[in-house]
């Protein structure tokens, strides 16, 4: 079993930036890769970026690339999302979500509870 626990959330302008934490706990840390996803009102939940479990390899959906950048440390056993140039569709519940395993690959299996992130233009 996995506990995820998000934190950072809240409001900023278009152009600023965030940086949102993902603490978790139970199986060893560096085992599972993780991700951040994302939900806005009305839309499905959308993959944002992933990392593997000893951060050597990340990826991330197109319309995040180049802006933000998820990292992970396995000593404090928290993944970070750091969010730079932060457009209105940004805002959304952002999800830290556990895989299985130790790559991206097919749907995780643990979820953190969201936090809110709002972007005022």
């Known amino acids: 079993q996995v506990q995820l626990v998000e934190l950072g959330g809240g409001l900023v302008q278009a152009g600023g930036s965030l940086r949102l934490a993902c603490a978790a706990s139970?199986?060893?840390?560096?085992?599972?890769?993780m991700g951040w996803f994302r939900q806005a009102p009305g839309k499905e939940r959308e993959f944002v970026a992933g990392?593997?479990?000893?951060?050597?390899?990340?990826s991330y959906a197109a319309y995040v690339k180049g802006r933000f950048t998820i990292s992970r440390d396995n000593a404090k056993n928290t993944m970070y999302l750091q969010m730079n140039s932060l457009k209105p569709e940004d805002a959304a519940v952002y999800y830290c979500?556990?895989?299985?395993?130790?790559?991206?690959?097919?749907?995780?299996?643990?979820w953190g509870q969201g936090t809110q992130v709002t972007v005022s233009s």
């Open positions: 979500a556990a895989y299985e395993y130790s790559l991206v690959a097919g749907t995780p299996g643990y």
């Open positions: 139970g199986r060893t840390f560096s085992s599972y890769a």
């Open positions: 990392i593997t479990g000893r951060g050597s390899s990340t």
